[in-house]
T-cell receptor, first 113, second 112 residues
Framework: EAQVTQNPRYLITVTGKKLTVTCSQNMNHEYMSWYRQDPGLGLRQIYYSMNVEVTDKGDVPEGYKVSRKEKRNFPLILESPSPNQTSLYFC????????????FGPGTRLTVL | QKEVEQNSGPLSVPEGAIASLNCTYSDRGSQSFFWYRQYSGKSPELIMSIYSNGDKEDGRFTAQLNKASQYVSLLIRDSQPSDSATYLCAVMIYNQGGKLIFGQGTELSVKP
């Protein structure tokens, strides 16, 4: 089954404790992206990657890191989480064509205390 | 001015009516336009994509794009209660390296 998976789905952590949210897709997509969704602010792009070893900042990259060492994986790293990073996070992937129709993962709900 | 703007709603329509959702964007470098549907607590799912001026129809859904006016819309004909969701407009800006910008979303409620 073609899908984007994220782990964990739910996470409660404390300020300053490094964490990684994994994202994996099995569709051989070139383009992968991370978003956060907050009430009243909609979906905002954090980072995106157009292919292996190619990443770029989205609208809200501060406090996040990403890496793209393999085509299928695009982990999101919070080196020192803070309460303002409490949010719902989505990973998405697509083929890098004029269409770029993105498939979303199920989401990760992160709470930073 | 936000790069992609939508009325947040809620937009309420009776079952069987046409629901009209609107979106404006500010960057003339925008080249691809998408409508996603998101049910509460779920991830967004793509409904329609449109790349050139005019209308594109898929079942009960019609997307309309007017690049001169920087306007994209989604019409839902014969609205059903199952269409009640938040609809997100998204714009791909290729001259910014492939950044995808979403609007805030419009909440649609279809009343039986």
């Amino acid at each position: 089954e073609a899908q984007v998976t994220q782990n964990p789905r739910y996470l409660i952590t404390v300020t300053g404790k490094k964490l990684t949210v994994t994202c994996s897709q099995n569709m051989n997509h070139e383009y992968m992206s991370w978003y956060r969704q907050d009430p009243g602010l909609g979906l905002r792009q954090i980072y995106y990657s157009m292919n292996v070893e190619v990443t770029d900042k989205g609208d809200v990259p501060e406090g996040y890191k990403v890496s793209r060492k393999e085509k299928r994986n695009f982990p999101l790293i919070l080196e020192s989480p803070s309460p303002n990073q409490t949010s719902l996070y989505f990973c998405a992937s697509s083929h890098w064509t004029a269409g770029n129709e993105q498939f979303f993962g199920p989401g990760t709900r992160l709470t930073v205390l | 001015q936000k790069e992609v703007e939508q009325n947040s709603g809620p937009l309420s329509v009776p079952e069987g009516a046409i629901a009209s959702l609107n979106c404006t964007y500010s960057d003339r470098g925008s080249q691809s336009f998408f409508w996603y549907r998101q049910y509460s607590g779920k991830s967004p799912e793509l409904i329609m994509s449109i790349y050139s001026n005019g209308d594109k129809e898929d079942g009960r859904f019609t997307a309309q794009l007017n690049k001169a006016s920087q306007y994209v819309s989604l019409l839902i004909r014969d609205s059903q209660p199952s269409d009640s969701a938040t609809y997100l407009c998204a714009v791909m800006i290729y001259n910014q390296g492939g950044k995808l910008i979403f609007g805030q979303g419009t909440e649609l409620s279809v009343k039986p």
